[in-house]
């Protein structure tokens, strides 16, 4: 084990799987003699030269579009989006041929390849650039959807997209490039996806979240047991495959759901995670699930309101004890 | 005249706090000059004056909270008096709404704030349902239907409560697990005891009704039961709380809406195989033991008591049973009954426990030997490993044709037909 820091962990999951597989390679924009906007790439061209780190035109259809050719072929690509927002350029290709070559060939040919780039709000960049994906993408079968929340999770899961057959989108977030946590360093460590984990046991309530919103479910989470409210927190880690078992069994022992997202309310993971729970424990519910979301509007610049729109680990307490009809 | 009140912040504000005046009444304040600042859970911020004028009332001092909406100040144009507060709080009506009022002031945080306060109103549904009514309200809703949450109901059904009788304490007089697990019964009266509706008052008058044929057979039958045939009862008291568990599985998976009454004909009629001497009738020269088992079940009637027959019941599912028992009473309560819908029995089934009776005798219905008279199945106090638990009772007292069945194989059946009333999942093997 050794400290590290999220954004480490990235590229040490990459260059591990590109050390282990030659078929692996990376490309976007400015990744390579720039050493990427968020510097997750830093080293790796000078590592493997331009073949395997590939600087792109600003042109994520063709970006992707090349990536599910290779990966047809038999490579397996990572493609670094700057941020997960400009993937929307690519959408035709995630969606319509990433996602859906395998079923059109008849199970044929698999896609081996991952995008990967950092979502979210929180460093101030604004309606266009603050945005997160996850509910878009994991509505669609033939994609997996990955969304860490910690250093050892953003390396074990990063490693099981690279290894695996199917297109991922590995949503990142930026505001926790720079969170440390211990990651482990054997080169085969990797974490499965859809299974789900208890981030903290507690008997009260059980807050059900993942990346960036699951850290601060945990803040929030000592912040009300300092009034005596013991919280459960699950870290989903992936969207799709999506494991609630866990959050299940631990409704069946609390009674009381609060799920966390960053995300706007409407037609969001919130709303799926508390429709399967409310399925299948309802009669374990002495309240609603609640749901705590960003607000419905596009992501403001100002700090101020920027703070205002996202979800802070207040609203998490208050919903909580609103679950625990605590508040008076 | 103007008005500066407090904003809202954001979707959770309620009150501000106000920090500190910048200007004190009295004072000349110019359009867009800050006024005072106020804190909200999230952020700071200053308040602007609207227009040119002097402070006039300061309504709230430094430190004090004011819910949003509430006047912090108003300024006067020139000319203008500080008029007394209330006429104040009562002008608003003419004029704009005050909400907006605050944030009528274009590039001025007010005016992003107070936008995205707005932005924020008009979100979710315009009737908030999930606003947390005062707790006075009654619990009940449109309907009449208690609101709980689905665990306190769980926990109602498996603690033999009433949820009737439990005063929610959550929002909107919602019925939490915390109300049943608090809940005591209001007596020692039974949980079951709401207050009984009479029947209507009918017109007393002195008047001949014709015997039906109907009538007259249930008369001639009954009369020559009780006349030369020697009953004596036993009476059982039967733990159903697995029964009703199972009851509520079967109706679950089955989507087949069953009664315990079909448990019953079941485990009767599977009884009965033990014992086929009480599935018999007595004849002058022999008794006939039948091979085969059609238990007749007492169905009320406008015009009186009719017994349709489910035959060979201790081949039948619990499921089957309950769709053959209600079309046969369909057609009973419409006379569409035949004659081989109520020949044949060879035991019979009385339930009165729908009527709430506890406990009652039948009459034999011949050329039967027995019958058994069902009570209603309550919630009751009983010892089980020394301790006190809640459980479902339920009477069940067999009727017997001396003639036939004697004292000790009446209570031998009765035995049967415990186990598997109380082990019910016999009933499904």
């Not at chain 2, 009538?215 to 059982?236: D, M, V």
């Not at chain 2, 004292?407 to 035995?415: Q, T, V």
Request: glycine fraction near 8%; charged fraction near 25%; charge should be negative.
């Amino acid at each position: 084990m050794a400290e590290k820091s999220y954004r480490d962990a990235i590229r040490d999951a990459m260059m591990e799987e590109m050390d282990r597989d030659a078929n692996v390679l990376i490309m976007g924009e400015d990744i390579g003699v720039y050493e990427g906007t968020f510097r997750i790439t830093a080293g790796m061209l000078k590592k493997y030269g331009p073949k395997r780190v590939i600087d792109t035109p600003i042109a994520e259809a063709g970006m992707v579009g090349t990536a599910v050719g290779m990966a047809m072929l038999g490579l397996r690509p990572i493609v670094e989006m700057m941020t997960m927002n400009f993937a929307i350029v690519a959408a035709d290709q995630i969606l319509n041929h990433a996602a859906k070559v395998r079923y059109f060939s008849g199970g044929q040919v698999d896609v081996p390849m991952v995008i990967r780039g950092p979502q979210g709000a929180g460093v101030q960049l604004s309606a266009q650039h603050s945005q997160t994906f996850e509910s878009f993408y994991a509505h669609f079968p033939g994609l997996k959807v990955v969304a860490p929340a910690t250093p050892a999770d953003a390396k074990g899961l990063l490693k099981s997209s690279i290894r695996g057959r199917d297109p991922v989108i590995f949503l990142e977030s930026a505001a926790l490039y720079g969170m440390k946590g211990e990651v482990p360093d054997d080169a085969d460590f990797t974490v499965p996806f859809g299974v789900s984990r208890i981030a903290r046991e507690g008997s009260d309530v059980t807050i059900v979240s993942y990346s960036r919103m699951l850290q601060m479910s945990l803040i929030a989470a000592e912040k009300l047991a300092e009034e005596g409210i013991e919280c459960e927190v699950i870290d989903l880690r992936t969207l799709r495959p999506l494991d609630l078992d866990p959050a299940c069994d631990s409704v069946a022992k609390t009674h009381r759901c609060v799920v966390v997202q960053e995300q706007w309310k409407p037609f969001g993971a919130a709303a799926e995670i508390a429709a399967s729970i409310t399925e299948n424990v309802f009669d374990e519910l002495d309240a609603p699930v609640a749901r705590v979301t960003g607000e419905d509007v596009p992501m403001p610049y100002a700090r101020n309101l920027e703070l205002l729109a996202t979800p802070h680990e207040q609203h998490v307490i208050a919903a909580v004890k609103k679950v625990m009809y605590a508040n008076g | 005249m103007a008005e500066i009140i407090m904003p809202k912040m954001g979707d959770a504000m309620t009150e501000g706090k106000v920090v500190r005046w910048y200007k004190k009444a009295g004072d000349v304040v110019k359009k867009g000059e800050p006024v005072l600042e106020i804190e909200t859970d999230k952020v700071n911020l200053d308040l602007e004056a609207d227009q040119d004028g002097t402070l006039g009332d300061v309504a709230a001092e430094a430190g004090k909270m004011v819910e949003v909406g509430g006047v912090l100040a108003t300024i006067l144009g020139a000319g203008e008096k500080a008029q007394p507060k209330k006429e104040v709080a009562a002008a608003p009506a003419a004029e704009e709404a005050p909400a907006r009022r605050a944030i009528d002031k274009k590039d001025s945080i007010k005016h992003s704030t107070g936008e995205y306060g707005e932005a924020i109103d008009m979100k979710g549904p315009r009737i908030d349902r999930t606003a947390a009514a005062s707790s006075a309200t009654p619990a009940t809703g449109d309907n009449g239907r208690r609101r709980s949450s689905p665990l306190a109901r769980k926990m109602a059904r498996e603690l033999g409560v009433s949820i009737e009788q439990v005063q929610g304490s959550g929002p909107g007089g919602r019925i939490i697990a915390n109300d049943i697990k608090n809940f005591k019964p209001a007596s020692a009266a039974p949980q079951k005891a709401k207050a009984p509706s009479l029947p209507p008052l009918q017109q007393l008058e002195t008047k001949e009704i014709p015997l039906t044929a109907m009538r007259r057979t249930i008369a001639k039958r009954l009369a020559e039961s009780t006349g030369p045939i020697p009953h004596f009862y036993l009476t059982a008291e039967y733990d159903v709380t697995n029964l009703l568990s199972l009851r509520e599985q079967v109706n679950e998976i089955s989507g087949i809406k069953t009664s315990v009454n079909d448990f019953i004909v079941r485990a009767a009629a599977l009884a009965l195989r033990h014992h086929p001497s009480v599935n018999a009738s007595w004849g002058d020269e022999a008794i006939t033991q039948h091979g085969e088992i059609h238990i007749g079940i007492a169905v009320s009637t406008p015009e009186g008591l009719i017994t349709p027959v489910v035959r060979n019941a201790d081949q039948k599912s619990v499921t089957d049973i309950a769709n053959e028992v209600r079309s046969l009473a369909d057609k009973a309560k419409n006379r569409k009954l035949t004659p081989n819908d109520y020949q044949g029995s060879t035991f019979t089934i009385s339930n009165l426990g729908a009527w709430g009776i506890e406990q009652f005798t039948a009459i034999i219905n011949p050329p039967n030997v027995a019958i058994l008279a069902i009570g209603a199945a309550s919630a009751q106090p009983v010892v089980i490993d020394r301790q006190v638990v809640i459980r479902d009772r339920m009477k069940v007292t067999m009727s017997c044709d001396h003639r036939v069945v004697d004292g000790a194989l009446g209570a031998e059946y009765l035995r049967t037909l415990r186990s598997y009333i109380e082990q019910p999942v016999r009933l499904v093997l």
